[in-house]
């Protein structure tokens, strides 16, 4: 057997997604911001936690790129910091809710019948909650961790992620390769592992890219509320939150929610024009018109 | 449609009750209890207290007893607001919160639905660029965000609009602006791909053929199955405006449920909690199956 396929999926996908210039100018800003972020430390000349107290609440300036906070930090590396958090809680439980929709998904498409059946009332059932309103609970009375904002949200967000593993899952398994691996008596965990999973990565790509942005705006949700991140550690939602509860017809410091709520909503929409674009590209036939 | 409206509502039955168990253990599970305060009690008060809110008894008694209380709509006393009932509070509240949902969720289709069908109908030219891409910021711009500049521009800036407070119909539109505006983009994006698709069947051509005037056709033939999607998202929607009032009511200020939950879940208030998350499911599974009945009497073939 060939290990050279003549047309090679990723690489058509890739191709597609490379000529899509929307999605190429949001993975060129998604790519400024994380590295920006994950290097702030030699962007800015200004520590996180410097406080200068001469100089706060100043408006932007040459020193202060986005202005200064109530106690002198530099809101440039404090926005930056931020995102560091935004990003990482966006990225981690977007993987739970991978790990748990993936395998949700997969038993029930491969057993199919009444497990099958089951498992998708339970989805169905779920998927009317209103699930932030427990989480704000869970939060709030079992302690605010990072750990468990990962868990929280990610266990949220795996619902559509099973509804549409497990539709690949069931089509794949009526393929004609998937058939031939059992007939010749290749146990189950390998078929799913060499046969299944690499085809489900595409689909799977796509709804992880899709459900980043959502899960960073739970993120910031909670922490706007005061029960997500918790200070000296920001993310852009408590960013912003400082920056609402500061606004007063007098004094409003309007550079606290302007500059960290533009570089979120800029990144959410790299991340929805990614998404778009990967799905396009690995969905040729629902190219939106 | 008789047999699919009893089926839809005997399906939310083990739903409503799965949400009041789930809640109920985490009110008990919860570390840390609503009589902690910094100073301790003397424990003979603690017992007292515990006794008065029937927190003494089994587990499996005082599940009891609050399904008994929720079967007749007493949703118990507040923990905190001493001499307040759960049920007297929401009714404070909850008017606030409607108010706002509903005027945000009218906004959003009334914004919504126009700039959708417009952008689909100038397909590809200057109107739909606009219309996706007002659509596309609107759908990135969170709404703690975007309530605090609407806040800085109109108020501060301009002084058209009061600051904060409830009462005067002046005083709802920015916070209904603010939540339903994001809303308002998605359901734009769903309006325009609709109307596309829809713009393409055979009966729309068939109906152009027949000579119908072009408002006919996109009127009585095109928009009824085009709003199809919206219909169906109307749900989430909902969903996302329960949730946005919460952060918009304390952008805002705003004396509604929102409030009041997210201080109850801080204060650990148990009971007012657990009766707003209560509310807001009951709510968002009836609302939903409204939804559900529109969109089937939109087209009947999406009934299962």
Known sequence: MSRERPRDPWRLALGRFAHNRAAMAGLFVLIVVTVAALGVEWISPYGVAEQDLARARQAPSWDHPFGTDAVGRDLFTRTLHGGRISLLVGVVATFVSIVIGVTWGLVAGWNGGRVDELMMRFVDLLYGLPFLFFVVLLVAWFGQSLVLLFVALGAVQWLTTSRIVRAETQRLRGEEFVIAARSIGVPTPMILLRHVLPNLLGPVLVVATLTVPTVMLEEAFLSFLGLGVQPPMASWGSLASEGAAALNPVDSMWWWIVFPGALFSLTLLALNFVGDGLRDAFDPKTVRK | ?304
């Not at chain 2, 603690?46 to 209380?69: C, H, I, M, S």
């Not at chain 2, 906004?107 to 109107?127: D, Q, S, T």
């Not at chain 2, 505006?181 to 068939?206: E, K, N, P």
């Not at chain 2, 009971?271 to 209560?278: C, E, I």
Request: net charge positive; hydrophobic share 55%; proline share 6%.
């Open chain 2, 1 to 304: 449609m008789t047999g699919y409206l009893v089926r839809r509502i005997a399906g939310t039955i083990p739903l409503l009750l799965a949400i009041v168990v789930v809640s109920f253990l985490f009110m008990r599970l919860a570390p840390g209890g609503p009589f902690d305060t910094d100073r301790a009690f003397d424990p003979q008060v603690r017992a007292n207290l515990e006794a008065r809110y029937g927190l003494d008894e089994p587990l499996l008694a005082q599940l009891g007893t609050y399904v008994g209380g929720l079967l007749q709509g007493d949703l118990g006393p507040s923990f905190k607001y001493v001499g307040w009932s759960v049920n007297e509070i929401i009714a404070q509240g909850a008017p606030v919160s409607l108010t706002l949902g509903a005027s945000a969720l009218l906004i959003a289709l009334m914004v919504g639905i126009p700039l959708g069908v417009i952008a689909a109908l100038y397909h590809n030219r200057w109107g739909d660029h606009l219309a996706t891409g007002i659509a596309l910021v609107g759908v990135c711009v969170p709404n703690f965000v975007l309530g605090p500049v609407l806040v800085l521009i109109f108020v501060f800036g301009m002084g058209l609009l009061p600051v904060g407070g409830w009462g005067s119909p002046a005083q709802v539109i920015l916070p209904a602006v603010t939540l339903g505006a994001v809303r308002a983009a998605y359901i734009a994006r769903l309006a325009r791909a609709g109307m596309l698709d829809v713009l393409q069947q055979d009966y729309v051509r068939t109906a152009r053929a027949k000579g119908l005037r072009e408002s006919m056709v996109i009127f009585r033939h095109a928009l009824r199955i085009a709003m199809l999607p919206v219909v169906q998202y109307l749900g989430p929607a909902i969903a996302s405006i329960l949730v946005g009032s919460v952060v918009v009511e304390r952008i805002f200020d705003l004396p509604g449920l929102g409030s009041f939950f997210i201080n109850a879940a801080l204060n650990r208030d148990y009971t007012l909690a657990m009766g707003s998350v209560l509310l807001y499911s009951t709510l968002l599974i009836f609302l939903n199956l409204i939804a559900d009945l529109l969109a089937h009497r939109l087209d009947p073939r999406t009934a299962r």
